[in-house]
Structure formats: structure tokens, C-alpha cells
């Protein structure tokens, strides 16, 4: 996984387990859609490229990050032959403490998934301080955080695979 510094789409290739029996789900925020249009791409993109089949990815749309957890809810329970779920948004901190209800909402909701489904809810939502930010991190000179987020599910689905034998 990347750290801090490290460019978000970089990974080693050789250590990432073949996607190719693997279904995967992805959930997007609408809100801020110029970010989370780049992160479903960066993750679409890093399935593809670690061998996961088109017609084995599922897309449906939220309007906002709040709504990831129902999205996220629901295809958990519409597909229960997915193997992971990547949960998309972007929430810029602007005026008010709104950012920080949305944030911790989002990240809690997203927490109760993980223990309530057996199928793992991958957090890719970007929490910044300035869209600047988060367009270095949605493709730009920090890479792609929907990259990272892709691995992780890959990861998490081995595991999940894994576990069932």
C-alpha cells in the first residue's frame, strides 16, 4: 500500500493476485464528479490491468459521499457474488463542520459494512482541505488514489477466497 509521499498509483505488480476470477462492485459519488469520475477511472483501470474482466465490474452512482453507505448497503445485498466492494467520493472541507459530519459518517458507515457483510467495502473517499488537493490525488502528482483503492480490493477478495477454504 502506498504511504505517505509515495505516489498513489504505484504498485508492484508481481504481488498483487490475478483478478481475473474476481467480482468487483464500485459505488460513486456524483458530488465533486470531476474527482470521482478520475478516481473510478484509476480504479477501473488498475482492475483491468491486474487481469479482472470488464463484465465482472459493476458501476452504480450515488448522488453524494453520505449515500456511499446505502449504495454500498445495497449492492452488498442485490450481488452477493461479488468478491469486494470500492466505495468512491470526495468531500472538500469548506466553512462549516458539515465536512466533519459527512467524514465521520462516511467512514463509520463505511466501518459497519466491513462487520456486518462478508464482503469487504474498500475506502476510497478523498477528505481534503482544497480541490487542489484532492485533483493531486485523483490523478495528478500524487497519483491515483482509485489505483490504491483497486489493489486493496483485489487483495481483500484473495483474502475473502481465501478464508472460505
Request: charge should be negative; proline fraction near 2%; glycine fraction near 8%.
Amino acid at each position: 500500500m502506498a504511504t505517505a509521499g509515495k505516489n498513489l498509483s504505484e504498485y508492484d505488480k508481481a504481488s498483487i493476485p490475478n483478478a481475473n476470477n474476481f467480482r468487483f462492485g464500485i459505488v460513486v459519488s456524483e458530488w465533486n464528479s470531476e474527482i470521482t469520475e478520475n478516481l473510478f477511472q484509476g480504479a477501473f483501470d488498475a482492475l483491468i490491468d491486474n487481469g479482472a474482466i470488464k463484465e465482472n465490474i459493476v458501476r452504480w452512482n450515488v448522488p453524494g459521499s453520505f449515500e456511499l453507505i446505502y449504495g454500498c448497503k445495497k449492492m452488498q445485498q442485490s450481488y452477493d457474488m461479488l468478491d469486494a466492494i470500492i466505495a468512491v467520493g470526495n468531500v472538500i472541507q469548506g466553512e462549516t463542520k458539515h465536512f466533519d459530519f459527512v467524514c465521520e459518517g462516511v467512514t463509520q458507515g463505511i466501518k459497519d459494512l466491513n462487520i456486518q457483510s462478508d464482503i469487504p467495502v474498500i475506502f476510497c473517499v478523498l477528505t481534503d482541505n482544497t480541490k487542489q488537493q484532492s485533483i493531486d490525488r485523483s490523478g495528478g502528482k500524487h497519483g491515483n488514489k482509485g489505483s490504491e483503492a483497486a489493489i486493496a480490493a483485489i487483495k481483500m477478495a484473495a483474502l475473502r477466497q481465501q478464508a472460505k477454504f
